[in-house]
Structure formats: structure tokens, C-alpha cells
């Protein structure tokens, strides 16, 4: 006889007790589930991953993989959150897999990975297969590259050093992370030791990227902020035909150019004034067009508008910025400063992996395991990307609100006349006519240009 855990509210008793039927909170998942198995990502990764299962009771390594990509999209921050996930009964029956790793199993999964050239050979193909998911565009893709930098205070792991963030210097990685603006994808993530500076090996994280391009997919505009502004890079850009919009540092010879008489421009945009020159850095090898802007501190701040720039002491009462770019000049100087300004969709990125993919918790000991664990949440972020875009949705939502939308959908799975069956558990009529849309969409062999709105309201 069951026993019953009595819980008084102020308008009755309710009684508490157990069941024995495989119920999740996670039933939802199955959305997702259905749209890797759609494209076979399961046989994908078992093609890519470098290790080699050892024993037959072990899980195999593509099971790993697509467990740990669920349990981020479910809310998991560390490996112990994906352990947890051991607990459901209905994930690995809608991922088609042996079971969920333990965090220890994770562990082990994430050391397989010992090297830049494992981690290259596996995620290289994995970034190209989401690339290969977009159309051609015409003009191109803006391609934006940006650092963030990821606390450890403990700093024990390899790769944790002291560098400069907002919060002053503090342990943590700099890792490198490059995103598509037009389609919120990231295309590359190559970790860094927090002390490593912000342009470091971004010529040949530019090279590794442009190499993996798909043939129809071009980039029609490449930004950066100041701290990618590097001769090297800019060189690299202008020998491949890219157009640029990458923010000088104001230093002394900017600077000076800044204090001369020059010829002011009001733009569109009220207090930001806008001015051109050539010129050429002492490393440059030629000179190169230089858009200079300045605001004026007093309207911006009565306007409560935010901006970039510095405040100089000699040029009291403007916030001053410089952009070097090899646009023609039939582009406007406003102009290039709007488009550099769309350079803040990345931005919006990087917040979000942080927030909901877990980029700050997963540290591991390793450096190169690190790096691998990181990736692979980066390419959790991706897919939720390409999911969107396969149900049609023009407006991209966040992970946090396809999880309170779709993915935590509690339900029931069994065994029916040798059938898995699954019940949502959706009482409105009109939202389960809406999961039935999205199911129908999900699961459909011929991809169809009808989208699915995006909530059942």
C-alpha cells in the first residue's frame, strides 16, 4: 500500500506520493531529436570523433556526444548537471542511444581529446556541415570576429592565466570565436590561455576558416574591433580579395592626425560628426583609408545614447574612433561606420553562450579537452540555429525560450503492441494542434517552404 506525504495548502490537502511510470520533463526534446535524426548528425559524429570504443559495454562515442549535446539544450552547466540526466527514461529513446553518460564517462570522452589537430579534425568538418546548411546570399555573409574571456578563479586548469577583462585582471581563457551576422552562426572557436592577446593566431584561425568555406557560401564584409587590428591580418585580407571594416587603435600617430585641421562632416546621426584620410601606420605597407568619427559627449549623454570611442585630453568634448577599411569610396564614410556597427549582432552571440551554453562552467583539466567540451556546446548552439530555420521561424529566439516553449514539454513513453509510444502532456486543443504542425514539419522527408509559427497564440 502506498504511503502518502500529506501537504497542507490553505484551500485543501494534497497528497504526495510515487509512480512507476516513465514520465520526463523533457518529452519536448523530441523536436530537436527529430531534426538530428532528420540529418543523420548521429552518423556524422561516429564518422568524425577520434576515439575508438574499447569494450562492448561501453557507450559508443557518438551516443556520448549526442547526449551531451541534449543535456546542454536541456539546461545541464557542468558535467555533473549531464549525469543527472541518467535519471530520464525518455532520452535515450528519442536520441536512439544506449544510455546517458556519466560524469565520469564524460570525462574520459572529453580527454580523448589531446591535441590542436584532433580537435581541428573533428570540429573542422562539424563547423563545414553547418556552413553547408545555408544558401549562397547574394553580396555575401558579414563574417565578425570578436574574444570574450571565460573567469576560472580557481585557475588551476591548463590554459587558466591572469589577462585583462572588465572586472580587472583575473584568471580565465581568451578564447577566439568568428560568427556569420546574417544567420547568427558561429563558423570557428579556437581556445586561448586567458593570457594571450586578442589578435594572437588570428591569421591562421582566418586561414583555417576561409579554407572550409563552402564554394557557394562567400563573405562580403569582414569586421573586427581594435584589437584584431594587426598589419599581418589586414595584409591577409586585401591578398584574398576581402573587403574590411576593423577598427584602428588611436594611437600617436592617429592621434596627431585627429588634433589637424580637418574637414568635419555632420552625419545623419545628431553629435556624431564624421572625416577621411589615407594613411599609413609605420608597419603598413601602404596607405589605407581611414574613417575618423566624433561624437559629442554632451548630446550623446542627453540623448542617453550609447557609443564607442575615446576621450582625448588634447580634443576635450567628443568621444573619437577610427575605422581602416578598403571599401571604395563610393561608400560613404557613414555608411561604413553603420555597417561596422552591425557588428554588434556578435556581441549578442557570445552572450548568449555564455548564458545558456554553458561557455563559462565547462572547464575541464585539459587544455585541449576544454577547447573539445566548449566546442561541442558552441555546435549545441549552431543546431538550435539550423533548427529554427528548418521549422521556417524568420525571428530567432533564444535557447532559454525554446526550452520554456518546446523543449521542456513534459510526457509519457511506453510500450504499445510492440510500439514506443509517447504522450505529450498538451491539454489545449489549439496548442496541440500547433505541436502538430511542428511534428508534421519536423518529420516531413520533403523539406517544404511552409514555416510553423512560432508559439500556438
Not at 87 to 97: E, G, H, K, S
Amino acid at each position: 500500500m502506498t504511503e502518502f506525504i500529506k501537504l497542507q495548502t490553505p484551500e485543501k490537502t494534497i497528497q504526495i506520493g510515487f509512480t512507476d511510470q516513465k514520465v520526463s520533463g523533457r518529452a519536448g526534446l523530441l523536436t530537436f531529436a527529430g531534426f538530428l535524426h532528420w540529418h543523420r548528425f548521429g552518423a556524422l559524429l561516429a564518422l568524425v570523433l577520434p576515439h575508438r570504443r574499447t569494450s562492448k559495454k561501453a557507450i559508443p562515442v557518438a551516443d556520448l556526444a549526442l547526449g551531451f549535446l541534449a543535456g546542454i539544450l536541456a539546461g545541464a552547466q557542468k558535467l555533473a548537471h549531464l549525469a543527472h540526466l541518467r535519471n530520464d527514461v525518455m532520452l535515450p529513446a528519442l536520441l536512439a542511444i544506449q544510455r546517458i553518460g556519466s560524469q565520469s564517462t564524460f570525462t574520459r570522452f572529453f580527454q580523448g581529446f589531446t591535441s590542436a589537430g584532433k580537435n581541428l579534425a573533428t570540429f573542422g568538418p562539424l563547423w563545414r556541415w553547418c556552413l553547408e546548411r545555408l544558401p549562397s546570399r547574394p553580396g555575401g555573409y558579414s563574417l565578425d570576429l570578436d574574444s570574450t574571456r571565460l573567469l576560472h578563479e580557481d585557475g588551476h586548469q591548463e590554459g587558466v592565466a591572469t589577462g585583462y577583462t572588465r572586472l580587472g585582471t583575473k584568471p580565465c581563457l581568451h578564447p577566439l570565436v568568428a560568427v556569420l551576422e546574417e544567420v547568427k552562426l558561429v563558423v570557428g572557436f579556437w581556445l586561448r590561455p586567458g593570457n594571450a592577446s586578442c589578435a594572437n593566431n588570428v591569421v591562421a584561425f582566418t586561414l583555417e576558416l576561409l579554407a572550409r568555406l563552402p564554394k557557394w557560401i562567400a563573405i562580403g564584409l569582414v569586421r573586427a574591433d581594435s584589437g584584431f587590428c594587426l598589419p599581418e591580418w589586414l595584409n591577409l585580407l586585401e591578398a584574398r580579395r576581402l573587403s574590411y571594416i576593423v577598427v584602428a587603435r588611436l594611437l600617436k600617430p592617429v592621434q596627431r592626425l585627429l588634433k589637424k585641421d580637418l574637414i568635419w562632416q555632420a552625419s545623419s546621426v545628431p553629435g556624431t560628426e564624421v572625416a577621411e584620410v589615407w594613411h599609413q601606420e609605420a608597419n603598413w605597407p601602404k596607405p589605407r583609408r581611414l574613417i575618423l568619427l566624433r561624437h559629442r559627449v554632451a548630446e550623446k549623454r542627453a540623448a542617453r545614447q550609447r557609443t564607442g570611442g575615446k576621450l582625448l585630453i588634447d580634443c576635450p568634448g567628443y568621444l573619437y574612433q577610427a575605422l581602416v577599411t578598403n571599401l571604395s569610396q563610393s561608400v560613404s564614410p557613414v555608411e561604413v561606420w553603420r555597417r561596422y556597427n552591425g557588428r554588434a549582432g556578435c556581441e549578442e552571440v557570445i552572450k548568449q553562450l555564455d548564458a545558456d551554453f554553458a561557455l563559462p562552467k565547462l572547464c575541464l583539466k585539459r587544455f585541449w579537452s576544454t577547447e573539445a567540451a566548449l566546442s561541442l556546446a558552441i555546435v549545441s548552439y549552431n543546431l538550435t540555429q539550423l533548427f529554427q530555420r528548418h521549422l521556417g521561424w524568420l525571428d530567432r529566439v533564444t535557447a532559454a525560450t525554446l526550452r520554456f516553449r518546446l523543449f521542456t514539454t513534459g510526457g509519457i513513453i511506453s510500450e504499445t503492441g510492440g510500439m514506443t509510444t509517447i504522450r505529450l502532456a498538451v491539454r489545449d486543443p489549439q496548442e496541440r494542434a500547433w505541436w502538430r504542425r511542428l511534428l508534421e514539419k519536423m518529420i516531413s522527408l520533403v523539406p517544404n517552404c511552409n514555416a510553423v509559427a512560432q508559439s500556438p497564440g
